[in-house]
């Protein structure tokens, strides 16, 4: 078992930045690939980034691309994403998992979710 938390979360202006965070408990990490998730109200939970089990190879969402930077440290059992010139339309829940798959982009591949965190771009 896997137990996820996300932290970072916040109200932050158009162009700012933010940083999450989201801390294991129970197994290590490094088998998983940790990726990071976002759900606006009335949509879909829709993929942000992945990270694979060394912090190589990483995939973004294009909307994203550019803008966010995901990372993780194994030794510290977590995983981050680095938001920069955040838009009103990255508002949403922010979640992480953990998938044994290879650089998943489906919410299905991902075993493991925390309980999101947060994040409201204001204009």
């Known amino acids: 078992q896997v137990q996820l938390a996300e932290s970072g979360g916040g109200l932050v202006q158009a162009g700012g930045s933010l940083r999450l965070s989201c801390l294991a408990s129970?197994?290590?990490?490094?088998?998983?690939?940790m990726g990071w998730f976002r759900q606006a109200p009335g949509k879909e939970r829709e993929f942000v980034a992945v990270?694979?089990?060394?912090?190589?190879?990483?995939r973004y969402a294009d909307s994203v691309q550019g803008r966010f930077t995901i990372s993780r440290s194994n030794v510290e059992k977590a995983a981050y994403l680095q938001m920069t010139s955040l838009k009103p339309e990255d508002t949403a829940v922010y979640y992480c998992?953990?998938?044994?798959?290879?650089?998943?982009?489906?919410?299905?591949?991902?075993?493991?979710w925390g309980q999101g965190t947060q994040v409201t771009v204001s204009s």
């Open positions: 990270v694979d089990g060394s912090g190589v190879r990483t």
């Open positions: 129970g197994r290590t990490l490094s088998p998983y690939d």
């Open positions: 998992a953990a998938s044994r798959g290879v650089l998943p982009t489906t919410p299905l591949h991902y075993s493991y």
